[in-house]
């Protein structure tokens, strides 16, 4: 279907007051690289009967949006012509299932259930504090749970297809809610099978309980590599992902791309595989950055690295070839 035309209207009315919503908010106040147009309409459903009513509201083939944290989320200048969803704070518990004797018993299995919009860094806190170990390497990546379970988001050895046991997903397209099995998600590297329609709400991950002291030194010690190895300011971490037995950092590094810039976006001169986006920069700044680097490792390694980030509301997303080819 056409998304141009009045559908904003007809939509907005068909929500009506049930569901918090805002029009042409601004991605750049919602993602972590600072950049990008007017999201059409941002909906901040609080609870699973409210996700319901936006299902039943959205006009069929309209483009939906789940936006997280926004920490891995490039949205064009242009901005989304469709429905973004944000789940509301109503998604942010966080629940410690403890065996008996908790905190006693090293080694004993622990269930950590959490809202889909928990940052990861307070789920590895929390975790952390109540001597749950295993979700320590969160700490360090700023996505939220939904994002971490749609990307495989992971670091430190560890993913989150090895901690997640099971999901719970709302799918949009067809107002239904299904509890996913880690092992039916076709995890792989920083990929999953869950679709641009569906919304992951909560996650059950496993834990082992530990000293609360040694899971806290580990979360220290994260945060130390972190500092100690990443860029600050406005940027969205690894841009491409690795290639099989291979660093994409390295390459773009060896390729001569440390500094790189176009207009307000620059390569971080700390790590290759980081862009930054400085003060003023756009999001086309950024993305013509990726689409240079990414032909310029091509054109020395012969290796076509692939983006890790996602690309919203460009005429080519998520795919740079036909950029490169031009
Ligand atoms: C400084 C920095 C360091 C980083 N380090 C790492 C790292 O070490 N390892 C790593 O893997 N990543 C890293 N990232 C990238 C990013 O944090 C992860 O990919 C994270 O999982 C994205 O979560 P998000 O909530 O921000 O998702 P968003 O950026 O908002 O969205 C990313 C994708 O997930 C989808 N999505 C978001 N929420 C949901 C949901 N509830 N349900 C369904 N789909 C959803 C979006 O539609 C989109 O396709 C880093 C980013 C930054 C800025």
Not at 90 to 105: N, R, T
Not at 147 to 164: D, I
Request: net charge negative.
């Amino acid at each position: 279907m056409k998304t141009e035309g009045d559908w904003v209207e007809r939509f907005v009315s068909a929500v009506g007051s049930a569901v918090s919503l805002e029009r042409d908010a601004p991605a750049g106040a919602l993602c972590t690289w600072r950049v990008g147009g007017p999201l059409r309409v941002v909906v901040r459903p609080n609870s699973r009967s409210e996700l319901m009513t936006l299902a039943e509201a959205l006009p069929e083939g309209l483009p939906t949006l789940v936006i997280g944290r926004g920490s891995n989320l490039l949205v064009s200048d242009r901005g989304f012509d469709g429905v973004c969803v944000m789940l509301g704070s109503d998604f942010e518990s966080i629940e410690m299932l403890l065996p008996p004797g908790a905190g006693v018993d090293a080694g004993a299995d622990a269930v950590v259930v959490s809202g889909g919009a928990v940052p990861l860094p307070v789920l590895a806190r929390r975790s952390a504090a109540s001597a749950v170990a295993g979700l320590e390497f969160y700490v360090g990546i700023p996505g939220s749970v939904g994002g971490a379970v749609r990307m495989n988001a992971g670091g430190h050895g560890q993913t989150t297809a090895e901690v997640l046991l099971d999901c719970e997903v709302f799918d949009l397209a067809n107002a239904s809610l299904n509890t996913i099995a880690a092992h039916e998600l076709r995890f792989d590297y920083r990929s999953s099978a869950i679709r641009p329609t569906q919304v992951v709400t909560s996650a059950r991950f496993r834990g082992v309980l530990d000293l609360r002291d040694a899971c806290e030194r580990r979360i220290d010690d994260v945060v130390a590599w972190r500092r100690a190895h990443q860029p600050g300011g406005a940027n969205a971490g690894s841009v491409f992902a690795n290639p099989h037995g291979d660093s994409a950092g390295r390459l773009l590094d060896t390729a001569g791309c440390k500094n790189a810039a176009v207009g307000g976006a620059e390569v971080s001169s700390k790590h290759a595989n980081f862009i930054q986006a400085n003060p003023g920069a756009t999001a086309n700044d950024v993305y013509s950055l990726i689409s240079f680097v990414r032909s310029r490792v091509y054109a020395v390694h012969g290796v076509d690295l692939q983006p890790e980030v996602q690309c919203a509301g460009f005429e080519y997303p998520p795919d740079l070839h036909k950029e490169l080819s031009k």
